[in-house]
T-cell receptor
Framework: EADIYQTPRYLVIGTGKKITLECSQTMGHDKMYWYQQDPGMELHLIHY???????EKGDLSSESTVSRIRTEHFPLTLESARPSHTSQYLCASRRAGRDNSPLHFGNGTRLTVT | AQSVSQHNHHVILSEAASLELGCNYS??????LFWYVQYPGQHLQLLLK??????LVKGIKGFEAEFIKSKFSFNLRKPSVQWSDTAEYFCAVTAGNNDMRFGAGTRLTVKP
């Protein structure tokens, strides 16, 4: 059972809509991440945060934005969704200070933009 | 460029066959290595990890992996697979101050 929760699990929306994907963790982890996962492709890091009020863009350019107002909460927002945003979005967290600490993943949000 | 490579995209085996999934990375210096598994409809979960000591690490469900520094490899093995091992397997690396990077994944299908 994951200690990191993502909602919604599935989302189908029309082009141009604003959406927010929710992610919360109960482990008190400082580091949180958003990955984009497409079939047969590596997980691409799109955003990360090392703590409250800290957010950075990852390797893969993304039109989404994130915020980190509380340690446990790391939502991702798309201001105007497009079909190219169709993908699976995975949220993850880990303890700070140790490179060997593993990531804990949520169940993911599968987004389809029509 | 720093990368993680998994050369097998899809592996199909019969039950009881032996498994080896390749993982190579291009990071220099000290690395921490991970294998994650994603069963159908479930979240990614840690299978095993290596950060120091014995280069042969054992994980859950009978999996093991061997770190070979000279080959920049961290291959995953299991002597005898089961139908329930059908899943997608991801190799991942952290190095220095870099955050975790993943390979493209290998889909394993085990035929009963």
């Amino acid at each position: 059972e994951a200690d990191i929760y993502q909602t919604p699990r599935y989302l189908v929306i029309g082009t141009g809509k604003k959406i927010t994907l929710e992610c919360s963790q109960t482990m008190g982890h400082d580091k949180m991440y958003w990955y984009q996962q497409d079939p047969g492709m590596e997980l691409h890091l799109i955003h990360y945060s090392y703590g409250v009020n800290s957010t950075e863009k990852g390797d893969l350019s993304s039109e989404s934005t994130v915020s980190r107002i509380r340690t446990e909460h790391f939502p991702l927002t798309l201001e105007s969704a497009r079909p190219s945003h169709t993908s699976q979005y995975l949220c993850a967290s880990r303890r700070a200070g140790r490179d060997n600490s593993p990531l804990h993943f949520g169940n993911g949000t599968r987004l389809t933009v029509t | 460029a720093q990368s993680v490579s998994q050369h097998n995209h899809h592996v199909i085996l019969s039950e009881a066959a032996s498994l080896e999934l390749g993982c190579n990375y291009s990071y220099g210096g000290t690395v921490n290595l991970f294998w994650y598994v994603q069963y159908p409809g479930q979240h990614l979960q840690l299978l095993l990890k290596y950060f120091s000591g014995d280069p042969l690490v054992k994980g859950i469900k009978g999996f093991e992996a061997e770190f070979i520094k000279s080959k920049f490899s961290f291959n995953l093995r299991k002597p005898s697979v089961q139908w329930s091992d059908t899943a997608e397997y991801f190799c991942a690396v952290t190095a220095g101050n870099n955050d975790m990077r993943f390979g493209a994944g290998t889909r394993l299908t085990v035929k009963p």
